[in-house]
């Protein structure tokens, strides 16, 4: 890909600490070339003690938008003026962008990431129950999309009671009934999930041999679950590879990636986003570490 900066070249960009491992230039500025746009999408590292000043650069320079990443996804609220009632349910912001008045918006675009392929099935949720391993960041996400798909009921899986309570307590009202249980609680749960969700990193390269289940509890699972990994690397992790042995569909967290890329740059550019060339530069990127 070759493209020309001229002066006119509008600025997007990534801010984390560390931003090396960003995916998100490839992808982004693969649907910018696609679309032949005079935009340039950079990755820049922010340490935490700079988010500030970082942030009101960005406003001098008159940057279109930034998506924000770890550490910086909750640090960032005080300096949005206009946050999106999803980022505020989830407490994280990961897409920014200039109002007309010049102050900054901001969203979380990781709910329609996640809920995308889950939307593919054409299902309804109402009388399902999702069970989402793990109560991080990603979890509040996965949760939120839950909510938003109208699941019955979602249950939380943590290993820290203290840290579920927190969870628990941080949600105003929700459209599933959301419950908190300790991870030993785990093979009384399994059998009635039609959606497993893994949002702990256990199984990312390299530990590429871990499971966030033991076999035992997979062999609980049902076949006609839905095993959906956050996880992007490898792919598939030896938790969806399991599940399959199972008969369950597996869904790796690639397309969830791509769609909340797509989801902000739809935002910047107001105007379709090619997603198939995101997902595209995203799979030759990764396929050499699978
Ligand atoms: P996070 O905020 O650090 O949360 C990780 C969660 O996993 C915490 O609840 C942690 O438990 C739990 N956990 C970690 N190791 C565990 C273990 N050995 N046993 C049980 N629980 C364990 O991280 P995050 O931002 O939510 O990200 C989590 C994963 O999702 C990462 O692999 C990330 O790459 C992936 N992700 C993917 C996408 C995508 O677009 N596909 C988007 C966001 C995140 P404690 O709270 O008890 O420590």
Redesign the pocket.
């Known amino acids: 890909m070759s493209q020309i900066i001229t002066g006119k070249t509008k600025l997007l960009g990534v801010i984390g600490h560390p931003i090396e491992h960003s995916l998100s230039p490839i992808m982004h500025n693969a649907a910018i070339a696609h679309l032949g746009l005079d935009y340039v999408y950079l990755p820049f590292p922010v340490h935490p003690d700079n988010l500030q000043a970082a942030i009101s650069g960005f406003a001098a320079i008159d940057l279109v938008g930034i998506n924000i990443t770890?550490p910086h996804k909750q640090a960032i609220k005080p300096l949005i003026a206009e946050i999106s009632p999803t980022a505020k349910a989830i407490g994280a912001i990961n897409t920014v962008w200039k109002t007309s008045i010049g102050t900054w918006a901001g969203t979380n675009t990781?709910v329609e990431?996640f809920i995308a392929p889950l939307q593919t099935y054409n299902q309804d949720w109402s009388q399902k129950t999702a069970v989402v391993l793990?109560?991080?960041?990603?979890?509040r996400a996965v949760v939120a999309g839950c909510a938003q798909l109208g699941f019955g009921e979602t249950y939380v899986v943590?290993?820290?009671a203290t840290?579920l309570a927190e969870f628990i307590a941080s949600w105003d009202s929700l459209a599933t009934k959301l419950l908190v249980r300790t991870?030993d609680k785990l093979p009384l749960l399994i059998p009635h999930a039609q959606v497993i969700i893994n949002?702990?990193?256990?199984g990312?390269y390299p530990n590429v041999t871990q499971s966030?289940l033991s076999d035992e509890e997979m062999a609980l699972l049902r076949a006609d679950a839905i095993a959906y990994d956050?996880?992007?690397t490898p792919r598939p992790t030896k938790f969806l590879q399991q599940a399959q042995q199972r008969g369950a569909t597996a869904i790796d967290?690639l397309e969830?990636?791509v769609q909340?890329g797509a989801a902000a740059l739809a935002i910047w550019l107001q105007q379709p986003v090619p997603v198939d060339i995101m997902r595209q530069s995203l799979q030759n990127h990764l396929s050499k570490y699978n």
């Not at 949002?199 to 256990?202: E, K, S, V």
């Open positions: 770890i990781d990431g793990g109560n991080g960041g990603a979890a943590g290993r820290n840290k991870w949002t702990t990193p256990i990312m966030p956050l996880i992007y967290g969830m990636l909340q």
